[in-house]
């Protein structure tokens, strides 16, 4: 059907009073969506802008002139290295993420399929570490990641967040609900533990191991106080932290400013538009099995 | 003689066995040993001491926490501790709020503008996967009081950063167009998972949209709800950035907030661990304090049912 068609077709089917509440709903609806999209409609706008331009009191949304100045400035800028962040942060939340789910989920299948000693116990205790806020954690992990030499090191950022339960909780639950047959038939085949978890379990755990790789990723990508605690130089910072002291060194020049958030925004948005579907999917399953 | 080589063999690889699922969890183990607990155990031991990690460590036994209630000392590190509390918990009061609602009443736009559903999620998602510092740049722009956006459409010149209670507004309101998308999404996937025919149901009872909403798709979604009051309530108590960045605290101190407090005394110049280790102890303290008090909402709200 076209749209043109599937229109018609909905002005038949429906009273008018229908007709009109559904206009009225996307009425509200767009303007809802021009309140979240005008910011960046004139951060990307200014970030064309001559910084003249931008200071102007007749100053407009689109550019009257167009310039790259800002982010060829930028770019070329060594004290602020917006790309090089951004790697930092992209390599340090893929090797958090897949380490995480890695050793998460092992954890979870010995929880919820094997049995051993104490493995109530040593769960129970991962769990009402839970309720423990992370702030408690903060000093002490600085002293112990100095301590493994590990400052200014990437590693420094990848290794803290790797002891967190959230993940080991919610895979074990997921687990718990994949029949035991799977793996009474795998052993008969002749099949090890690892085999079981690697090649029965685990791939059925895709759709959690999704929502657990967004939740970690978009943890580690918007950490904003461990990074900057546990780096000194700019060459290890990641984007968030980099840009924390951004607008102090371009004060007042905001086709600057624009053009560093423009391009620090960008990569990750290209990563988003990308795994979209991915990403809101494993975002409403965390929601109702967490 | 046959059995007995057979016996020990299969001793020995039951042996062996047991320690699989051990090397199933060991690498976890580790990690949380290392990063979960013992951190927590030096907290508590550093929390009694003073030490500015340079120079040894002083015994100091409950002098922190006597500084931080005001007991000993001039009060100074008491009225910065608990001045920052309070501007956290008007934070939370505030913005929890904010973040519950906001996202539930776009959700429900989105779940009844069916054509446009993906796109739109998408489009409110958005914000929530720029970093904080990335945010803080954009609307420090926008909110300038001569070259921003806002003043010059509303033809005003107000000092959204520099002034009170502007900068707190400045605050609320970046961090809920940051933060609309993760609630908006679980709500909308909640919403979905009301059951027809219950709508159906109340719709022939003669109740209308609003009846609707609070007696049939508000009670469904009560998992939901609480999921993300917890969530959104534990970010707001860890809220630094959007202060640090946005604001600096101020002005005079006005936006600064617990965490920064703690930041700030452990590693704005003085290094002063001991007093961080105990002002993050008193602080997580008041954040469990909420969350098992919340848990405890919830259970006797579910034994009601």
């Given at each position: 059907?076209?749209?043109?068609?599937?229109?018609?077709?909905?002005?038949?089917?429906?009273?008018?009073?229908?007709?009109?509440?559904?206009?009225?709903?996307?009425?509200?609806?767009?303007?809802?969506?021009?309140?979240?999209?005008?910011?960046?409609?004139w951060a990307v706008a200014t970030s064309f802008k001559f910084e003249t331009d931008v200071l102007d009191?007749?100053?407009?949304?689109?550019?009257?002139?167009?310039?790259?100045?800002?982010?060829?400035?930028?770019?070329?800028?060594?004290?602020?290295?917006?790309?090089?962040?951004?790697?930092?942060?992209f390599k340090i939340a893929v090797t958090h993420v897949v380490l995480y789910l890695l050793i998460s989920s092992l954890a979870a299948f010995a929880f919820s399929r094997l049995r051993f000693r104490g493995r109530e116990v040593l769960f129970w205790i991962c769990m009402s570490?839970?309720?423990?806020?992370?702030?408690?954690?903060?000093?002490?992990?600085?002293?112990?990641?100095?301590?493994?030499?590990?400052?200014?090191?990437?590693f420094s950022m990848v290794l803290p967040g790797l002891g967190g339960v959230f993940g080991v909780f919610m895979l074990r639950q997921f687990m718990r609900g994949v029949p035991m047959a799977y793996d009474e038939a795998?052993?008969?085949?002749?099949?090890?533990?690892?085999?079981?978890?690697?090649?029965?379990?685990?791939?059925?755990?895709?759709?959690?191991?999704?929502?657990?790789?967004?939740?970690?990723?978009?943890?580690?990508?918007?950490?904003?106080?461990?990074?900057?605690?546990?780096?000194?130089?700019?060459?290890?910072?990641?984007?968030?932290a980099g840009l924390a002291t951004f607008s102090g060194s371009y004060s007042h020049q905001y086709g600057k400013q624009m053009a560093g958030a423009v391009l620090s925004a960008l990569p990750i948005l290209l990563i988003f538009l990308l795994g979209q579907k991915y990403f809101i999917k494993g975002i409403s399953?965390?929601?109702?099995?967490g | 003689m046959m059995k007995e080589p057979g016996k020990t063999a299969s001793i020995h690889r039951f042996s062996a066995r047991a320690v699989i699922p051990y090397l199933f969890v060991a690498p976890f183990m580790l990690m949380f040993l290392v990063f979960g607990l013992v951190p927590l155990v030096m907290s508590v031991v550093i929390s009694f001491t003073k030490w500015d990690y340079a120079s040894p460590m002083e015994w100091y036994g409950l002098g922190n926490y006597k500084l931080i209630f005001g007991l000993i000392g001039s009060g100074k590190v008491a009225s910065d501790f608990w001045n920052g509390v309070l501007h956290?918990?008007?934070?939370?009061?505030?913005?929890?709020?904010?973040?519950?609602?906001?996202?539930?009443?776009?959700?429900?736009?989105?779940?009844?503008?069916?054509?446009?559903?993906?796109?739109?999620?998408?489009?409110?998602?958005?914000?929530?996967?720029?970093?904080?510092?990335?945010?803080?740049?954009?609307?420090?722009?926008?909110?300038?009081?001569?070259?921003?956006?806002?003043?010059?459409?509303?033809?005003?010149?107000?000092?959204?950063?520099?002034?009170?209670?502007?900068a707190w507004i400045s605050i609320f309101v970046l961090s809920a167009w940051w933060g609309i998308g993760g609630n908006m999404i679980l709500y909308i996937a909640g919403i979905a998972n009301v059951p027809p025919e219950i709508l159906e149901a109340a719709e022939l009872d003669g109740a209308g949209a609003f009846r609707k909403f609070f007696?049939?798709?508000?009670?469904?979604?009560?998992?939901?709800?609480?999921?993300?009051?917890?969530?959104?309530?534990?970010?707001?108590?860890?809220?630094?950035?959007?202060?640090?960045?946005?604001?600096?605290?101020?002005?005079?101190?006005?936006?600064?907030?617990?965490?920064?407090?703690?930041?700030?005394?452990?590693?704005?110049?003085?290094?002063?661990?001991?007093?961080?280790?105990?002002?993050?102890?008193?602080?997580?303290?008041?954040?469990?304090?909420?969350?098992?008090?919340?848990?405890?909402?919830?259970?006797?709200?579910e034994e009601e049912m």
């Open positions: 059907m076209g749209a043109a068609e599937r229109l018609r077709h909905y002005f038949k089917n429906h009273s008018k009073k229908q007709i009109l509440s559904g206009v009225l709903l996307y009425a509200a609806l767009i303007v809802c969506a021009l309140v979240v999209l005008v910011p960046s409609l009191a007749n100053v407009t949304l689109f550019p009257r002139r167009v310039t790259l100045e800002n982010y060829a400035h930028i770019l070329n800028n060594r004290n602020v290295p917006i790309l090089l962040w951004f790697w930092n942060s570490s839970m309720m423990i806020p992370g702030v408690i954690n903060l000093i002490p992990n600085y002293i112990i990641i100095d301590s493994l030499g590990l400052v200014d090191n990437m795998a052993k008969i085949d002749g099949a090890s533990e690892f085999r079981i978890y690697f090649n029965v379990v685990l791939p059925l755990c895709v759709p959690v191991l999704v929502t657990l790789a967004i939740f970690s990723f978009q943890g580690c990508w918007n950490d904003y106080v461990w990074p900057l605690i546990v780096t000194n130089s700019a060459e290890t910072r990641t984007l968030t399953i965390g929601g109702i099995k | 956290t918990l008007l934070f939370v009061a505030v913005e929890t709020p904010l973040l519950i609602v906001i996202p539930m009443i776009v959700a429900l736009l989105i779940s009844k503008c069916k054509a446009v559903r993906k796109l739109s999620m998408g489009f409110f998602y958005f914000p929530s996967i720029l970093s904080i510092t990335t945010v803080c740049i954009l609307w420090n722009f926008l909110l300038d009081t001569n070259a921003g956006v806002i003043n010059h459409y509303l033809g005003i010149e107000i000092p959204w950063i520099t002034q009170m209670p502007y007696s049939v798709t508000l009670p469904c979604m009560r998992r939901t709800l609480f999921y993300t009051l917890i969530m959104t309530t534990i970010g707001s108590f860890n809220m630094l950035g959007q202060a640090q960045v946005l604001t600096a605290g101020g002005p005079n101190f006005g936006t600064t907030t617990a965490m920064m407090v703690i930041y700030n005394t452990a590693f704005g110049g003085t290094n002063n661990f001991g007093r961080a280790c105990a002002m993050a102890i008193v602080f997580g303290v008041l954040m469990s304090l909420f969350t098992v008090l919340s848990f405890k909402l919830q259970v006797s709200d």
